[in-house]
């Protein structure tokens, strides 16, 4: 991708100073969790190893993968039943896909904050000290306890997923177990997971290493899954060493396009009223009116297609249509935007956010779809009135009028954002894992 760096010939409008309470501070390694190498290590493998799906055929890295930006670089994704990596991947014949997952894949850059207190776009999983086991989510009093973070109990969670890891049905013993609701306990997917590790000798010596519960004789639980692959997260795409981290620091000025897009976005644009912090997300939930596509965020026998967002966690209608602030951390490298990837141009999102309500109005599809014949037409929420006006109805927020010399000074501060050191991750895709299982490379 080509710096957004050198705007040679373009004339910027004044714009005031930063608000010195305003302007995030820099982080520092106290606001990440430390992991051994050794449970480093262990989750790296794991989270690159096809075992953990039903069928052995796709592994974390497969929708989030270094190439495109730790997503997989389309609108939305194609799980189970797919062959491929990317705007590439297509339909398994002889597997073929029962819908395509119903959001776009996040990035896992800074997912290993010690204050990470939500995560997925609906926030559904959530920190929760009143709960033994720490956590809100879907499995209310059945989730078990071990989960080591928020970060560690929703990178669990796909595993769970039909369209996602499990398979479909009675396609192995993992997916069977979910679609009969055995989730957790002796028999549950979980365990079934965590017994196929256990079952061979080089994981098995690895959690020795990196566990001494282990080594002194308690059984391998799921949650210690988990917990690796958490622990590599955190370290493999921790992004902290940016320009923009640089000008936190103050050891270094943002270049002169950039900063002048960094007293807009902390400014007249109000970008920073939802990405603040260090992070650049509150960690909260907003209407902004992003265009819904695909088949939605419903159950297997509902015939809508609408996500509701924030609202099927809260059941309050001031929640409808609310996603979860995303961090904008490489946000240049992490395309497709929004919720359902409904925006594959950083710029048209930014210019779309300016006014959401317009911009659905006007909204011209440039998703990235693998081509694939579902029976929920993907644009059936955008070619209708009523729920476009349900959707245009939850913005809260005004309209921001900025020319396009601002936005273009906006754009060099979200380049100033790239880190390549995050981007290119630490360990990298390892040669090979111990089940023996294909890597998506």
Known sequence: ?????????????????????????????????????????????????????????????????????????????????????????????????????????????????????????????????????GFRTPLEDEMVTGFASVLSAQSMFPVLSPDEMAGHYAENEISKAVRTGQLTG?????????????????????????????????????????????????????????????????????????????????????????????????????????????????ERFETNQRDIGRMRVTNHAEDAYAFRTPSLRNVTASAPYGHAGAHSDLRAFVEYHLNPAKGLANYTPQAVLPDFAADKEDWAITHDPGEIAAITAAIKTPPVDLTSAEVTAIMAFLDSLTDPAALHGRLGIPDKVPSGLTIDR
């Open 186 to 298: 002796p028999d549950g997917a979980w365990q079934r997971i965590a017994v196929r590790i256990s079952a061979i000798p080089e994981y098995r010596a690895m959690f020795d290493a990196a566990y001494p519960e282990i080594k002194a004789g308690r059984a391998i639980h799921f949650t210690d899954i988990s917990n690796a692959i958490a622990a590599f997260i955190t370290f493999e795409w921790r992004s902290d060493a940016a320009p923009f981290d640089a000008w936190l620091r103050d050891e270094a000025p943002l270049p002169d396009a950039a900063a002048t897009g960094a007293a807009l976005f902390y400014g007249k644009a109000g970008c920073s009223d939802c990405h603040s912090g260090p992070l650049l997300t509150d960690q909260g939930f907003h209407a902004m009116g992003s265009p819904q596509l695909g088949p939605g965020k419903t």
């Open 1 to 133: 991708m080509k710096s957004l760096l050198p705007l040679l010939g373009l004339i910027f409008v004044a714009a005031s100073p930063i608000n010195a309470e305003i302007r995030p501070k820099p982080l520092q390694n106290s606001d990440f969790t430390a992991h051994s190498p050794a449970e480093i290590k262990l989750g790296q493998l794991l989270f690159w190893d096809a075992e953990l799906s039903g069928n052995r055929n796709i592994s974390c890295g497969t929708c989030h993968h270094p190439r495109f930006g730790t997503g997989d670089g389309v609108s939305l994704g194609m799980g189970e039943g797919g062959i491929g990596l990317g705007p590439s991947r297509h339909i398994d014949a002889n597997d073929p896909p029962e819908q395509r997952i119903p959001r776009n894949a996040p990035g896992l850059f800074n997912l290993g904050i010690t204050d990470l207190r939500n995560l997925f776009y609906d926030g559904r999983i959530e920190t929760d000290s009143s709960r033994a086991n």
